[in-house]
T-cell receptor
Framework: AQSVTQLGSHVSVSEGALVLLRCNYS??????LFWYVQYPNQGLQLLLKYTTGATLVKGINGFEAEFKKSETSFHLTKPSAHMSDAAEYFCAVSDRTGGSYIPTFGRGTSLIVHP | GAGVSQSPSNKVTEKGKDVELRCDPI?????LYWYRQSLGQGLEFLIY????????KSGLPSDRFSAERTGGSVSTLTIQRTQQEDSAVYLCASSLEGGANSYNEQFFGPGTRLTVL
């Protein structure tokens, strides 16, 4: 069975500071990995995903994430936070072995950006 | 193009009443998912439809919850005899293919906020 852990329900940064949102997964085979963002009163939208190949993945709005198999992690980063980045961020994993077809989501991390 | 739409956007009901929530997925998407999002709880999987296959109902919390998908397109989630603990945002998502192609991204609707008084 796969699971995903997002460390920190809230992360607060100043505008212009580095953003780091943590995601660790637990599964015997590295899964497909996703980051979604949810703005207030909206559905989730995909930021980026890792399926295969290059372990550093670039997404929309200047975000990127690196798959580290040895650390079972897929942390999301952005060099310089903008006020518009304030939102809820979800890490999700999906089984690539066909054992389960249902993506599993983390509990989410709320990013707060201070002026 | 049109994204995933859900209706109503807000629903307030009294305890014990039945409610129906609707989801219109992106045309051509064969996979459809329902999730429940409660404050601070992340996304809770409810049910999954893939093409003409039998749905995966493993996430439904009780027999008061049911869902159907007609013609491989529109889906309706029904909650019978609503309880206060059913209050949440119900999200629908679709993807091009599910199943073994679980690397496909999910496209989410804006959700239906259900409040049970």
């Amino acid at each position: 069975a796969q699971s995903v852990t997002q460390l920190g329900s809230h992360v607060s940064v100043s505008e212009g500071a580095l953003v780091l949102l943590r995601c660790n997964y637990s599964s015997s085979v590295p899964p497909y990995l996703f980051w979604y963002v949810q703005y207030p009163n909206q559905g989730l939208q995909l930021l980026l995903k890792y399926t295969t190949g290059a372990t550093l993945v670039k997404g929309i709005n200047g975000f990127e994430a690196e798959f580290k198999k040895s650390e079972t992690s897929f942390h999301l980063t952005k060099p310089s936070a903008h006020m518009s980045d304030a939102a809820e961020y979800f890490c999700a994993v999906s089984d690539r072995t066909g054992g389960s077809y249902i993506p599993t989501f983390g509990r989410g991390t709320s990013l707060i950006v201070h002026p | 193009g049109a994204g995933v739409s859900q209706s109503p956007s807000n629903k307030v009901t009294e305890k014990g009443k039945d409610v129906e929530l609707r989801c219109d997925p992106i045309s051509g998407h064969t996979a459809l998912y329902w999730y429940r999002q409660s404050l601070g709880q992340g996304l809770e999987f409810l049910i999954y439809f893939q093409g003409n296959s039998a749905p995966d109902k493993s996430g439904l919390p009780s027999d008061r919850f049911s869902a159907e998908r007609t013609g491989g397109s529109v889906s309706t989630l029904t909650i019978q005899r609503t309880q206060q603990e059913d209050s949440a945002v119900y999200l629908c998502a679709s993807s091009l293919e599910g199943g073994a192609n679980s690397y496909n991204e999910q496209f989410f609707g804006p959700g239906t906020r259900l409040t049970v008084l």
